[in-house]
């Protein structure tokens, strides 16, 4: 099985930068793609960005330019570097993990709060 557990997250000022992270704990190796979700309060859950294990991202129009996704497939982690933050990126953060044959795991989440 895949345990996720996320950190990172806090407290920023508009234009300020956090960086989360996503270690994925487990004895065996698994790990297809990660991505990041998050969720406001009162709004539906959104992709904010994905890597599969060879390095290919896509991330949601709202964050290009100022995410960036990366990952270490020895360390099995994902890394969500956010930059120029805004206060409407405020949000729950959640790692998704996909294994190799198919399963997926969420991570516990993490609160980012960006203030004007």
């Known amino acids: 099985q895949v345990q996720l557990v996320e950190s990172g997250g806090g407290l920023v000022q508009a234009g300020g930068s956090l960086r989360l992270s996503c270690a994925a704990s487990?004895?065996?190796?698994?790990?297809?793609?990660m991505a990041w979700y998050r969720q406001a309060p009162g709004k539906q859950r959104e992709l904010v960005a994905g890597?599969?294990?060879?390095?290919?991202?896509n991330y949601a129009d709202s964050v290009k330019g100022r995410f960036t996704i990366s990952r270490d497939n020895a360390k099995n982690t994902v890394y969500l570097q956010m930059n120029s933050l805004k206060p409407e990126d405020t949000a729950v953060y959640y790692c998704?993990?996909?294994?190799?044959?198919?399963?997926?795991?969420w991570g516990q989440g993490t609160q980012v709060t960006v203030s004007s």
């Open positions: 890597i599969t294990r060879g390095g290919s991202t």
């Open positions: 487990g004895t065996i190796f698994s790990i297809n793609a």
């Open positions: 998704k993990v996909w294994s190799v044959v198919g399963n997926d795991y």
